[in-house]
């Protein structure tokens, strides 16, 4: 029974991990997006970033899944 107890509780702490990973490259992509025009390597900043958030997000839904 500990066991399961320990295990959720370290899927909590790696879903709040994921989602305060997810919520910086938001708002990072938000800080972009009010610039009036990107730089080549800004516009390659927002491709990585979108990945990013794109696998986070499926990353945070496989761990509640696990909860």
Known sequence: ???????????????????????ELEERLRELGRRPFLTPREQVEVAEIKKHKLRAKDELMALRRGL
Not at 1 to 23: D, N
Request: glycine content about 8%.
């Open 1 to 23: 029974m500990k066991q399961a107890v320990t295990h959720r509780g370290g899927l909590e702490l790696q879903l709040t991990s994921v989602e305060a990973r997810h919520r």
